[in-house]
């Protein structure tokens, strides 16, 4: 009874949902506040993604006459539960994840690839012309940085020879010398999130002086605001996951571990940042022919080099 | 909407990347445009018109709100052209005031151009980092002015407003800042790779056509046509003060975007001829409230191109017609052209390279549909709109305002 | 030329990152800061006015208007400016023979009724 109240606690409070809610908050301050400080600009307050989110809880939501209204409520929904779901796999608090079996690094992936099914879907049952367009392109870019990023998340798997995120990041931990090899696939790793979580220079999906945001163009309201916190929902899970992946290096103590995590974080989302502002948006055969022509090889070349390594070693 | 595996857009007349109302109907095959219907029209002010039931002096300043940007262009052409009319001369130093502030004015566009464009394709840090800039041209301009934007220098006969030492040091310190950044702008211009992605081919009107279609200002001079009034006929100080014709041969949005930034450089040193030059002298001289009846062409180089304004005077102190020749009514001929055959992501941005100015080229126009035309007076027109609203159930007449 | 390549202003946009903002956060108190120059409320001195109207007849929106409260022996002039009129021109300043219109720097008007924007100077 003791330990489902304990996993009910993990899963809803902390490290789970609530975490996640709140972390998502911060970083998305900070990223605003990176971002316009990078700009010469004052940034917003603090408490601005909670006033934004409050706000647009606030609001009417209205729904198009010819959209699907079943899909257009859900979809906010799924994306949400999908990053939500996806969280309690990724180690936050140490080296352990809240749930984790050998395999879970696969199911984190399929998880992190409904947002943007969600916000295809969205779009297309939206029935708007720009909703549509910005839909087609989010499925496009999807198939573009999905190989690259399944790729080079898989190769560490090659040397340590597990597929749980929990196990992998001990495995590193305990052999710190071994993620410098992965540099590469942390490299394509990088960008491919950034692609995904269509920030600037891939944020070609929702271009807005292109076609107004995109696939989300008709959202409002509650609505909108659940898309919005799945998107920043995505940018923590998103960086926790290449932290327990790519920067696996603990201290041991569960505290100065989730110190060290959040600084991990704030520097993998300073990078993310300083690529958000330093780029002009790409066209989306851009981002194709940019997605399989460098981001995949490296990935490639990764995945070789680790065999390599993984035969010399006799790991 | 749905036709074949065609589709159209509208963009407009409210979409994020007009700054003005304007239509463009985009048809796309794919994210291919194969086909562009532009409708301008939505932000007729009735200028002309007005500027005929109003004195000279008042007519100043609605010609310097013909546009926001190129205030001090259009101004300059009126003045000239009433100076011309009325058979005065204006003193040395008004005309290189005047050209100050023009050339100054030409940095601010730009600067306001650059940003623009950056956030068109998506750059909003170079957005920030070009409008940040502007204000220091702004706060010169406000100061040597008096406004921000609409600054008022210019009166008929020579200007209101003048340079004094301290200001010119201002100026100076402040164009030394300038040209760094405009370095680190054409350094960036030329390596930013995701920027060359965006801006090179695209939008592209060739030599012959920049000529075919009549295109000004960067337009034309990034095709290679060497086309720019300070030169070709000079007006006012431009007689004396050396300027260099910036042109580029890429012919599409990229060469616009060097000859922009280059012309920023080229106005820098003209702004520092003229401060070292500055005659000494009266400011301006006494014209009459009547001008003598004639009438006049004026042509004046804007930052968007060249300004055209005739000036009819029946010998009243109000003028018989006013018509004003934005640059952007020159270049919106071309626009089709430049848009077929591109992207759907090139749209904003080709639509933004020619810096249009929507309000400054409305004027009156009769759409014709077939052979039949539709005209309405203005009761018609209200009636029009009181009958179209009562099929709607909506009874405007009864509405309480 | 420098070799081409993505993320040129990533450097300066970290230096950025450590450099005083360029914008400031409005307070919403008082006038902001504007040039010495910058054209504001219009000051009128009706003791060296002689109500020629030649401001009311340059004024291009007719925001503008000089009357006399008094009587014609015993003169009490006011200048009335619509401030939802002015275009801050100054063309009246400019106009006037006597100098009795002048310009200072306080550009703070907003009113939350239309009739408050008409104010005597």
């Known amino acids: 009874m003791i330990s489902f109240l304990k996993m009910l606690l993990a899963a809803f409070i902390f490290p789970g949902f609530l975490f996640l809610s709140v972390y998502s908050l911060v970083l998305d301050f900070i990223d605003r506040k990176l971002y316009a400080r990078m700009q010469n600009r004052v940034g917003p307050p603090w408490y601005q993604p909670v006033a934004d989110f409050f706000k647009l809880i606030g609001k009417k939501t209205l ?12 979809m906010p929904l799924v994306s949400l539960a999908a990053v939500a779901a996806a969280f309690l796999y990724v180690p936050v608090l140490g080296q352990d994840a809240v749930f984790s079996f050998d395999g879970d690094l696969i199911i984190v992936l399929y998880f992190l690839t409904v947002p943007p099914i969600a916000a295809f879907l969205a779009g297309w049952y939206s029935r708007g012309v720009y909703a549509t367009i910005g839909a087609t392109r989010i499925l496009t870019q999807l198939f573009v940085y999905e190989v690259p990023l399944f790729i080079s998340l898989l190769a560490p798997t090659l040397i340590a020879g597990t597929w749980s995120i929990s196990e992998l990041t001990a495995f590193y931990a305990a052999h710190p010398l071994y993620a410098l090899i992965n540099l590469p696939a942390a490299f394509a790793a990088l960008i491919s999130f950034q692609c995904k979580l269509e920030r600037a220079p891939f944020d070609t999906p929702e271009a807005e002086t292109e076609i107004v945001s995109g696939a989300l163009v008709e959202y409002g309201g509650r609505l909108l605001a659940f898309f919005k916190m799945a998107h920043s929902c995505e940018l923590v899970l998103v960086i926790s996951l290449f932290s327990a992946v790519f920067l696996p290096f603990m201290t041991g103590y569960v505290f100065a571990d989730f110190l060290l995590y959040i600084v991990k974080t704030l520097v993998i989302l300073l990078l993310l940042t300083l690529m958000r502002v330093s780029m002009a948006r790409l066209k989306i055969n851009n981002v194709v022919s940019f997605c399989w022509k460098v981001l995949a090889p490296v990935a490639l070349f990764q995945v070789v080099l680790n065999l390599v390594i993984r035969g010399s070693l006799q790991i | 909407m749905h036709s074949d595996n065609r589709i159209t857009i509208p963009i407009g007349p409210q979409h994020p990347s007009l700054d003005e109302p304007g239509r463009f109907d985009i048809t796309l095959e794919g994210e291919k445009v194969v086909n562009a219907v532009i409708g301008v029209g939505y932000n007729h002010r009735g200028l002309e018109k007005t500027c005929e039931s109003k004195t000279y002096v008042q007519n100043l300043y609605i010609i310097e709100r013909v546009c926001g940007i190129c205030s001090h262009a259009h101004g300059t052409a009126f003045c000239m052209a009433i100076e011309q009319l009325a058979g005065v001369t204006i003193p040395k130093r008004a005309e290189y005031i005047r050209a100050v502030v023009a050339e100054l004015e030409r940095l601010h566009s730009h600067l306001l151009w650059l940003g623009v464009a950056c956030h068109e394709i998506g750059f909003d840090t170079m957005f920030m980092y070009t409008w940040r800039n502007r204000e220091k041209v702004l706060d010169i301009l406000a100061d040597l002015g008096g406004n921000r934007v609409n600054y008022g220098v210019n009166t008929i006969g020579g200007v209101r407003r003048d340079i004094d030492a301290d200001m010119v040091e201002t ?32 939008g592209v009107l060739s030599h012959e056509d920049a000529i075919r279609y009549g295109a000004v200002g960067p337009v034309a001079r990034a095709a290679g046509i060497a086309h720019d009034v300070r030169v070709d006929e000079p007006y006012g100080a431009y007689k004396e003060i050396p300027v260099k014709v910036i042109t580029d041969t890429h012919a599409d949005v990229y060469g616009r975007t060097v000859v922009r930034i280059l012309e920023m450089q080229e106005s820098i040193n003209i702004i520092r001829f003229c401060l070292d030059n500055l005659p000494d002298g009266p400011l301006s001289v006494r014209v009459p409230r009547r001008i003598p009846a004639g009438e006049t062409i004026i042509r004046v180089e804007a930052p968007r191109g060249e300004n055209i304004h005739y000036l009819r005077s029946n010998g009243s102190d109000i003028p018989d017609r006013v018509r004003v020749r934005a640059p952007t009514e020159a270049n919106w001929h071309g626009m089709k052209h430049m848009l077929e055959g591109g992207y759907l992501a090139d749209v904003p941005i080709t639509i933004a390279a020619i810096d249009p100015c929507y309000s400054c080229t409305d004027r009156a126009i009769v759409v014709k549909s077939g052979a039949k035309t539709d005209c309405y007076d203005w009761r018609g027109l209200r009636q029009y709109g009181i009958d179209w609203y009562k099929k709607r159930g909506i009874d405007v007449t009864a509405l309480k305002v | 030329m420098n070799k081409t390549g993505p993320g040129k202003i990533a450097l300066t946009a970290l230096k950025t990152l450590f450099k005083k903002p360029a914008t400031t956060e409005y307070t919403g108190k008082g006038s902001p800061e504007v040039e010495k120059h910058y054209r504001g409320r219009i000051l009128y001195d009706p003791t060296t006015c002689v109500a020629c109207g030649l401001c009311m007849r340059d004024c291009p929106t007719g925001a503008i208007q000089i009357i006399n409260e008094g009587t014609k022996e015993d003169k009490k002039l006011v200048a009335i400016l619509n401030v939802g009129k002015c275009i801050f021109c100054c063309q009246c300043v400019d106009s006037c023979n006597k100098n009795s219109l002048s310009y200072s720097q306080d550009i703070d008007f907003a009113m939350t009724k239309k009739e408050d924007l008409i104010i005597k100077l």
Do not use: C, Q, W
């Open chain 1, 63 to 74: 729904i198009p006459v010819e959209a699907n209204k079943m899909m257009f409520r859900i």
């Open chain 2, 171 to 202: 100026i100076r310190k402040a164009l030394d800042a300038l040209e760094e950044e405009t370095k680190h702008y054409v350094e960036i211009a030329y390596t930013e790779t995701t920027l060359i992605s965006r801006l090179k081919g695209v």
